[in-house]
């Protein structure tokens, strides 16, 4: 008898664990799975969906106004800095949302299922402070703080009462970002010494912080954050610092060595700041997403994802070793575009094609480039509209 009680009791105990182990599966399931019902976006020209060309004025449109941007998917120009989509485009259809329209072309418009503020130029710090630090390359004064604000504003025409946004902001997948590169751009294009734009980091990884900090406060819950880009493999910047000696660039990509420590500089000080940011705010997921390893993984294996080797050449622009020439420039007369865009990572010099921007998307939704890992894959998403961006590659 008693050997029969203890057999039942050890059977019990299992079945006990057995619960217990599914019930945490399960409820961890549930705290990581969102099944989005928006994007609300921040940032610059990797993520400006046409914001830039509706603030421009008829006499002084951008080049992301002419062909041939656009022409890979959208067939005409849309204001996007490509070819085609962007990586937010890529999210959008992967989490079975429509394309996310931008704000200011119509303020007082329905954003129920998404919205973006992000515009092509746009800086983390204010202009006038760049400006007091002698870089003086005004494209846009649309920075941050200003997104962040419009936002605020037009809350009252997304949700009725502050229990309503909440909730909208609540479901929302938020993107701060990529912000904070132009910064650094701009001082490099205006020849600020690397030691000068060292000294930005410290408060553009403020100023990201503190907007994530108030999204918080508004009911931010998934908060999605790109690192900046590996600008040293930038076409752009390839040709301005273009060197006979070879000790400064990489090897194996071709890359600037000493620009791609510094944007690695950045990413590391972001990361910390973001695992303080988790920690304060333990019921918000915070992600990092690894824009830089994702494209630099890309420059080290092209073919591997069909590209061509060593695609440091810009696919639309004219001059140089590069195909680059920063007087001439994409979208302007006389300038031709390469024949198959799909076999190159950059598209202007300064932005790249819709093939590199949807192999970042991949990289961050079923690759390894989201820290922590994330369950994009509700139950009931549709996996058919996951998919729909074309062949997947295995990062």
């Not at 301005?240 to 400064?248: D, V």
């Amino acid at each position: 008898m008693a050997s029969l009680l203890s057999h039942l009791s050890k059977k019990l105990k299992t079945v006990f664990l057995i619960t217990l182990l599914t019930t945490v599966a399960v409820v961890t399931s549930e705290q990581h799975c969102r099944n989005f019902k928006s994007i609300i976006s921040f940032g610059d020209s990797i993520t400006d969906t046409g914001n830039l060309l509706i603030l421009s004025s008829s006499n002084n449109l951008p080049q992301s106004a002419f062909p041939p941007y656009g022409e890979t998917f959208f067939h005409v120009p849309t204001g996007r800095f490509s070819n085609g989509r962007l990586i937010i485009d890529f999210i959008a259809e992967y989490l079975g949302l429509p394309y996310v329209p931008p704000y200011f072309g119509s303020p007082n418009g329905s954003f129920e299922k998404g919205v973006n503020f992000a515009v092509a130029g746009a800086t983390a710090l204010e202009q006038s402070f760049l400006e007091s630090r002698g870089i003086h390359y005004a494209y846009t004064n649309i920075s941050l703080g200003v997104q962040l604000k419009s936002f605020k504003e037009t809350l009252p025409n997304i949700c009725g009462s502050p229990s309503d946004c909440k909730e909208i902001i609540g479901n929302a997948l938020i993107i701060v970002g990529e912000i904070g590169g132009n910064d650094y751009n701009y001082g490099l294009l205006v020849r600020k010494s690397i030691q000068e734009i060292k000294e930005l980091v410290p408060l553009v990884i403020s100023t990201i912080s503190s907007v994530i900090t108030e999204l918080v406060h508004m009911g931010g819950r998934t908060i999605m954050v790109p690192t900046d880009l590996p600008i040293g493999c930038w076409t752009s910047f390839l040709t301005q610092y273009q060197t006979s000696n070879e000790e400064e660039y990489n090897p194996l990509t071709g890359c600037l060595n000493w620009l791609n420590e510094f944007v690695e500089h950045h990413n590391k000080e972001l990361q910390a700041e973001l695992n303080r940011l988790q920690q304060l705010y333990p019921h918000v997921t915070i992600l990092y997403a690894d824009y830089y390893k994702a494209l630099l993984h890309i420059f080290q294996e092209p073919p591997r994802f069909g590209f061509m080797n060593r695609p440091l050449s810009a696919c639309c622009g004219t001059g140089g070793p590069y195909n680059f020439n920063s007087g001439s420039q994409c979208g302007t007369k006389g300038v031709d575009c390469c024949i198959d865009p799909s076999k190159y990572v950059h598209w202007d010099g300064f932005h790249l094609t819709e093939s590199a921007y949807r192999l970042v998307a991949m990289g961050l939704l079923e690759g390894p480039y989201t820290l922590p890992a994330f369950d994009w894959s509700c139950p009931g998403a549709d996996i058919e509209n996951r998919t729909s961006s074309g062949r997947q590659y295995s990062f």
